[in-house]
Each structure stands twice: as structure tokens, then as C-alpha cells.
């Protein structure tokens, strides 16, 4: 069983990772996975903090999975937006959308 700062730190890394992903990218469906890794991150930061103080409880495991559940519920409704807006506009980078309205269109 590896110590908690070890886990924290990894749980810090995963966020970052993330964090640095939607900030600084572009495409939108970089921005999905960097959220992705955020939800992960603190997925891990639940479940570390429930083996490390309370085992009595399922409590830490019952909120990484509402996390979990969110997360997948998050990427599905941001890919069937993503793949709408590239089927009705060619646009994967979301700095090029200046709106939502039909190109072509008043």
C-alpha cells in the first residue's frame, strides 16, 4: 500500500495534467479528455482519503463512483455536441466558432 502523499501527489499530477489541457488547448475534444483527467484526479483524491481514514464506511468509494458516473454522463453529452458542431460546421477548434448560427446563412 503505497503512502498518502504518493497518492496525493498522483492525484495533483492527474489534475494538472488536465487543468493544463483545458486551458491551453484548443480542440475540443482535448478540452474533454483534460476535464476527464480532472474528474480522475479527484476520483483518487475520494477514494485515497477513505482507505487512509475511514474503512468503515463505504463513503469515499460511493462518491468516486457518483464522480465516475458524472464524468461519463459529461463526455457523452460533450461528444454529441462536439460531433454536431463539426457535422453542421467542419469545426473541431473551438476558437474558430464565433457562433452557432448555419454558415452561408443571414
Do not use: K
Amino acid at each position: 500500500m503505497a503512502p498518502l502523499p504518493w497518492v496525493l501527489v498522483l492525484a495533483a499530477a492527474l489534475f494538472c495534467t488536465g487543468l493544463y489541457a483545458v486551458l491551453v488547448r484548443r480542440n475540443g475534444v482535448t478540452i474533454l479528455m483534460g476535464v476527464v483527467l480532472m474528474l480522475n484526479g479527484v476520483i483518487v483524491n475520494l477514494v485515497a482519503f477513505w482507505r487512509y481514514r475511514e474503512l468503515e464506511t463505504p463513503s469515499g468509494q460511493v462518491y468516486g463512483l457518483a464522480v465516475a458516473i458524472v464524468a461519463v454522463a459529461q463526455v457523452v453529452v460533450g461528444l454529441g455536441l462536439l460531433i454536431t458542431l463539426w457535422r453542421r460546421h467542419g469545426v473541431a477548434v473551438l476558437d474558430e466558432m464565433d457562433s452557432l448560427r448555419e454558415r452561408g446563412g443571414p
